[in-house]
C-alpha cells in the first residue's frame, strides 16, 4: 500500500461523538455536503432515463458533449480549440490524474482540499505544497489551482491566474484548475478565459455536486486541452470510468439552467452573513470567505480546541489542520437555513 495521510474525518470522529451528546440536537457543519434539494426538474430527467440496459461510453453520449461544450462557451468563457469529458464525480478525476499523465513532480496550494496532495502521493510523485504568486514556483509536470478556493473561499485575480498559465507554458507543465465553486462566486474567472483561446496543457474541472445539489448522483466534466483530455479519455476507456447514462440525461438537464444555481448562490450568502456576523460578535477573525460553500476563521488558538468548544454545544466543524493551517478552523455552510439560525443562536448564548 502507499504511503497515504489518516483520513481526514476518522480524526473528527471523537468530536462527532462529543457533538452529538448535544441535548438540543446535533448539527453537521463539517463535511461539504449539500443538504437542500435536487431540482425537481433534474430528478426528473433522472427517471426519465432510468430504463438503460446498453452500456454508456466513456465519452458520453453527444447530446452531453454539446451541452457541456455549449456550457462552457457560455458560462466559461472559452474559445480556440478544446475538448469536454464527463467523469464521476470530480474527485476521482483529482485523485487519478497525475497517476494517468504519470507525473513526477506536483504542485499544489499550501491551503488546500487535501486530494491534491492525496494524489500525487498515489501516483509515487514528489509533492510540493506552493504559495499563491506563481512567479516564485518551481519546476513541475503538474499543478492544482482552486478557485473560489475549498477552505478559505479565496478568489484568485486574473492577474494571478495568468501567472499561472504563463508558469505552464515556459515549464511544459499541466494545469489542472478546480473551479467547481465558480459558480457560486460573481467575481471569478475559469482559467479558461484567461487564455485567450490556446488552452494547451489547461484543463478546468467541474462539478455538479454544489452548483446543483448534485452530489448523489456523482456528476462532474473537464474541459480544456483536447490532445490532454483525448489521452485521459484512452486510460479511462481502459479502466471502465463511465458515467452512468441516467446521470448523463440529468446533467443535460442542469446544464442547460442557472437560475437553479444562483437560486443556490443567494441560499449560500445569506447562510454566510448570518453566521459570520455571529462569529465576529464572539471574537472570531475570519479571512477571505468570498464565495464557495465555507467560512475560514480563527480564534486565534490551536483549531482543534476550537472544533472541541463548538462540539460542546452541539456543533461539528473541521480543523484548519486538514487543509494546511493549524490555528484556522472551516465553517460548512451546508445545513438548513433552520439549523444555520440555531448555530447563531448556540453561538451568540
Ligand atoms: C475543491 C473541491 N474539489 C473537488 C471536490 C469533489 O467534489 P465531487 O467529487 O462531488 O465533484 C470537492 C468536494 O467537496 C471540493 O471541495
Known sequence: MRNLPDFPWDLLAPYGDKAKKYSDGFIDLSQGTPVDATPKFIQEALAT??????????AGSEQLRSAMRDWAIKNLGVSGEFDVMPVIGSKEFIALLPTFLQSKK???????????LVSGLMASAETIAVDIDAANWPKADLTW?????????????????????????????????DECYLGFAKDAKSILALASGDNTNLLAVHSLSKRSNLAGYRAAFVVGDSKLIDQIRQIRKHAGLMMPLPVQHAMIAALSDEKHVQEQAERYN???????????????RIEHSKAGLYIWCTKGEDGYKTVDWFAS?????????????????????????????????????
Open 313 to 349: 454545544f452541539g456543533i461539528l466543524v473541521t480543523p484548519g489542520s486538514f487543509y494546511g493551517s493549524d490555528n484556522f478552523i472551516r465553517i460548512a455552510l451546508t445545513a438548513t437555513d433552520e439549523n444555520i439560525a440555531k448555530v447563531v443562536a448556540r453561538i451568540k448564548s
Open 270 to 284: 445569506n447562510r454566510r452573513t448570518l453566521l459570520s456576523a455571529a462569529l465576529v460578535a464572539v471574537g472570531f
Open 106 to 116: 506536483v504542485l499544489y496550494p499550501k491551503v488546500a482540499y487535501p486530494t491534491y
Open 49 to 58: 432515463a432510468s430504463n438503460s440496459p446498453s452500456y454508456p461510453i466513456v
Open 145 to 177: 489551482l482552486n478557485s473560489p478556493s475549498n477552505p478559505t473561499g479565496q478568489v484568485q485575480s486574473d492577474g494571478e491566474i495568468s501567472a499561472v498559465i504563463n508558469w505552464a507554458r515556459k515549464n511544459n507543465a499541466v494545469v489542472a484548475s
